[in-house]
């Protein structure tokens, strides 16, 4: 059985499991009649163009966990900041740990997804907020909202600054075949309150894995929002991450994306203005081998006036593996007084790696400043001659020259342990031990 027909067969069985409120009930249900007409998507859709998923559904995906595998903390702790305190949200095979998790009740609600869209006492916050912003068009997208289960579920009350980073874990075991996991978080940042957010999806063995998941994120007025995304995954892992973010009134949102790892990874990021003098910040570093490959498609909706825009995105493509960079800037005739920018820089150091990006600006607004840059090249062999002569091995004259690339990017991380734990992985994937930090 085709792994599209696997789905729609499960969804009668996951539907009659699922004590939903009626209008729940309709929207999962328009959500896998899209998925039912669109199916997976291909590459004969202009944003597929450059990523084909088919020999991932070639896989006998398990779509239901059997049930929670435990974990030891000693066996995962290398995925933590555990430098830090933060609260933890973990889940194993798409099933919430309790044993891992460390939650609070510190005046903020952050508990599982499965409990709001079931419990009475959410329904007024999930009818505002759930599905809402995500695409309801997008196949994938609907796929997860029509088998929306488990997750994070994250709102800080207005005027709130939550002193320790929270962090979102999805494990998985590998104990089954082949796995097929669909988290769905849900982010509601009150006005004037404060969060760091850290992401990480990990698989702990080499069964496949294809995960779908989405996001929504939601800041209020003057609401400060710092998320960052870790994919650093075994090489069988594969994942398709849609987020979605809606921001009110000068609101702050940054969003770090850190591509190291994994198999097939396309990034939909999505930010839409709902405000004047909003601050949005798209920024990341993609260093992948082999055959690799990573997709980043995002889009900046400008929709009010007074608003600024900032997109950094750094690849560093080795063997066979390939990068996309789709990113779009849309400017509304409203949004007067735009302030827009893009850059994606990229250095092919493989000979067989391969670089698709495609820069785009829609503008009709006649007030505005908007710009993108789009640069690909290899390591600057003069560069490297010189350190070498200086006496620095040529790895690490390499690794310096990449820390120097990526470092508009890194300065940028506001979590000091995280920063550290990015300077790690980037020099494990140089293969080199650095003497400074990034």
Known sequence: MELKEKMLASFMAFEEKIKDN?????????????????????????AWKYTSLNAILKNDFSVFPKKDNAIEFKDVKKYFLHEIDTYKVVFIDGIFS??????????????LMSSALTKPKYKMVIDTYFNQIASKEESLTSLNTAFSLEGAYINIPKSKVVEKPIEIIYFSTGNEAALMV?????????????????????????????????????????????????????????????????????????????SFGGNITRNNLNFYH?????????????IIGDKQHVDHYTLVHHAQPNCESHQNYKTILDGQSTGVFNGKIYVEKEAQKTDAFQQNNNILIGDKATINAKPQLEIFADDVKCSHGCTIGQLDESAMFYMQQRGIPKKEAKALLMYAFTSEVTSSIKIPELKAKIARIIADKLGVKMGFDL
């Open 274 to 286: 709902q405000g004047e003098r909003i601050d949005s910040t798209l920024k990341g570093i993609t």
């Open 182 to 258: 669909q988290p769905r978080n849900l982010v509601i940042v009150g006005e004037n309150a404060h969060v760091q957010i850290v992401e990480r999806h990990q698989s702990l063995n080499s069964n496949p894995v294809l995960t779908n998941s989405v996001t929504e994120i939601f800041a209020q007025k003057r609401a400060i929002v710092d998320y960052y995304k870790i994919q650093n995954d075994v090489q069988t892992a594969n994942l398709i991450d849609n987020t979605y973010i809606a921001q009110k009134q000068e609101s702050r949102v940054a969003v770090h994306t850190f």
């Open 22 to 46: 009626e209008d729940l009930h309709e929207v999962r249900n328009h959500a896998i009649k899209n998925f039912e007409n669109k199916g997976f998507p291909t590459k004969k859709e202009e």
């Open 98 to 111: 309790s044993f891992l998790s460390s939650t609070t009740h510190e005046g903020l609600d952050v508990c």
